[in-house]
Each structure stands twice: as C-alpha cells, then as structure tokens.
Nanobody
Framework: QVQLVESGGGLVRPGGSLRLSCVAS????????VGWYRQAPGKERQGVSF????????HYADSVKGRFTISTDNAKNTAYLEMNNLKPEDTAVYYC??????????????????WGKGTLVTVSS
C-alpha cells in the first residue's frame, strides 16, 4: 500500500525552528521527486520546496529560500523539511507529495502521484 505520512508539526514561536518528516511506504523514494506544499486558512495551496531524490537537486519558493532546507534519506525512505527562522506567515498545513522521476533537474508544480494527509505548523507568540 502506497502511503506518505508527515510528522513534526506543532506550535513554535517566531524565529524558531521545526523539522518535518515524511515517511514513504509502498514505493522507493530514491526513484521519485518529492515536494513539500502548504495551505494556509483561506489561501490556495503553495509549493514550498522540491527535491529529486536520486540527484539531490532542489528548488525553493522565494518566500522560504535561505530559511528552509529539503532533503531525503533514501536508506530510511524519508524526506525532511528543515524550517528555520519561522514567521507567522509560515503558519499552514504542510503536505508532502511524490511522483516517479529519475531525470535531471527537479519537477515542480502539483503534478504528483502520491500525497500525505498533512501536518499543522503554527507560528505564533
């Protein structure tokens, strides 16, 4: 059974850090590209960061560049999103998603095969 399960969300103060995890089962993450997305209340879903697991090629939205880091541990079949210097506007439900991809570069956008159910991140003092 194919599954993506996110964890690591929670309440954090502005300037704080969190690390989100996304455990994949039923497929090999190394042959896939992974994306982290977020959706704030009343807003559309936004692609935050993407990685091609086989090559480590990454892409970041301008709003998180320099603060967030995406990575994968193929041995653990897990993707991560390290979030530093968090701001109130980072508050959202964060989702991970994956699609089969073994090429160069990194695919961005919503065209993913598998989606997790999300984890809530709240940045507030």
């Amino acid at each position: 059974q194919v599954q993506l399960v996110e964890s690591g969300g929670g309440l954090v103060r502005p300037g704080g850090s969190l690390r989100l995890s996304c455990v994949a089962s039923g497929f090999t993450l190394e042959q896939h590209a992974v994306g982290w997305y977020r959706q704030a209340p009343g807003k559309e879903r936004q692609g935050v960061s993407f990685i091609t697991s086989g090559t480590g090629t990454t892409h970041y939205a301008d709003s998180v560049k320099g603060r967030f880091t995406i990575s994968t541990d193929n041995a653990k079949n897990t993707a991560y999103l390290e979030m530093n210097n968090l701001k109130p506007e980072d508050t959202a439900v964060y989702y991970c998603a994956a699609r089969y991809y073994v090429g160069f570069g990194v695919p961005i956008g919503d065209d993913m095969e598998y989606w997790g159910k999300g984890t809530l991140v709240t940045v507030s003092s």
